[in-house]
Nanobody, 116 residues
Framework: QVQLVESGGGLVQPGESLRLSCAAS????????MGWHRQAPGKQRELVAR????????KYADSVKGRFTISRDNAKNTVYLQMNNMKPEDTVVYYC?????????WGQGTQVTVSS
């Protein structure tokens, strides 16, 4: 069982930055593929960014390319999502995801609001 705890959500103005963190349990973090997804009310959850277990394969949604950066620190069992030049349409709940042993694990989500 992998437990994920997100933090760092909050309210920012358009154009500002925010960094989300996701702390994972377990001693096999370096073997987890990690990702960030987001979900707006009434819509399907969508992939924002994904990083392979080795950190060498990274994928972004087109809507965040050039603005968001995913990274991981295996020594801290943590994955990050640095969000720059934020837009009102980035206002949703963000979820951390881990893939390990053929299973998907999810955090509880953290709200991000971009508003002036």
């Amino acid at each position: 069982q992998v437990q994920l705890v997100e933090s760092g959500g909050g309210l920012v103005q358009p154009g500002e930055s925010l960094r989300l963190s996701c702390a994972a349990s377990g001693s096999n973090f370096r073997n987890y593929a990690m990702g960030w997804h987001r979900q707006a009310p009434g819509k399907q959850r969508e992939l924002v960014a994904r990083i392979s277990s080795g950190g060498t394969i990274i994928k972004y949604a087109d809507s965040v390319k050039g603005r968001f950066t995913i990274s991981r620190d295996n020594a801290k069992n943590t994955v990050y999502l640095q969000m720059n030049n934020m837009k009102p349409e980035d206002t949703v709940v963000y979820y951390c995801n881990a893939i390990f042993g053929g299973e998907d694990y999810w955090g509880q989500g953290t709200q991000v609001t971009v508003s002036s």
